[in-house]
């Protein structure tokens, strides 16, 4: 596809469930982003794939959240035993090599956690 | 660290006019690029505007011009002719080499273009 596809586009979990969350890029994008938005707020960065590697987790909330890239095209959020307080939208951007080049973004996954 | 100051959490304008979307920043390094975000209730990103800061010209594209005024740290973004299709939030972001690749974004502005 053109864009930066996220599935699913919705996700109802219940608290302590585990959750994976797809991020699918533009192809050629070396750089990969996720973000979290919650209600009312920015985007806030979580984690920075360039190629395979986590080059940046620094926003990762806690040790339940994971994500990897193992062929560095297609990237999955994990998130364990989820909690209410993770319920947001849980955005991925792309962009060609680095973040000052455009990063473009997904539609998104909203997360709700009952 | 960056940050991102919008302080205007709603606007409105009347189809046709102009409006200009507030935005100010702090960061430490010398070397960054701004940049507005619009987001439609579909929650889709879509970038509106780029700004290199070593750049003194203004970034414009078709209807949205920015007034950048680097001593200030103002990033301001003005909608010309505005369109009901401008209705969205619209969030200011910041990167900042020589640090993480991230964005860094303010809480943003929801504007309504009223018919």
């Known amino acids: 596809g053109a864009g930066v596809s996220q599935t699913p586009s919705n996700k109802v979990t219940e608290k302590g469930k585990y959750v994976e969350l797809r991020c699918d890029p533009i192809?050629?994008?070396?750089?990969l982003y996720w973000y979290r938005q919650s209600l009312g707020q920015g985007p806030e960065f979580l984690i920075y794939f360039q190629g395979t590697g986590a080059a940046d987790d620094s926003g990762l909330p806690n040790d339940r959240f994971f994500a990897v890239r193992p062929e560095g095209s297609v990237s999955t959020l994990k998130i364990q035993r989820t909690e209410r307080g993770d319920s947001a939208v849980y955005l991925c951007?792309?962009?060609?090599?680095?973040?000052?080049?455009?990063?473009?973004f997904g539609p998104g996954t909203r997360l709700t956690v009952l | 660290a960056q940050t991102v100051t919008q302080s205007q959490p709603e606007m409105s304008v009347q189809e046709a006019e102009t409006v200009t979307l507030s935005c100010t920043y702090d960061t430490s390094e010398s070397n960054y690029y701004l940049f507005w975000y619009k987001q439609p209730p579909s929650r889709q990103m879509i970038l509106v505007i780029r700004q290199e800061a070593y750049k003194q010209q203004n970034a414009t594209e078709n209807r949205f011009s920015v007034n950048f005024q680097k001593a200030a740290k103002s990033f301001s973004l003005k909608i010309s002719d505005s369109q009901l299709g401008d209705t969205a939030m619209y969030f200011c972001?910041?990167?900042?080499?020589?640090?993480?690749?991230?964005?860094?974004f303010g809480k943003g502005t929801k504007l309504t273009v009223n018919p």
């Open positions: 951007a792309s962009s060609h090599r680095r973040a000052s080049d455009t990063q473009y």
């Open positions: 972001a910041i990167h900042a080499q020589g640090g993480s690749e991230k964005l860094v």
């Open positions: 192809s050629g994008h070396t750089a």
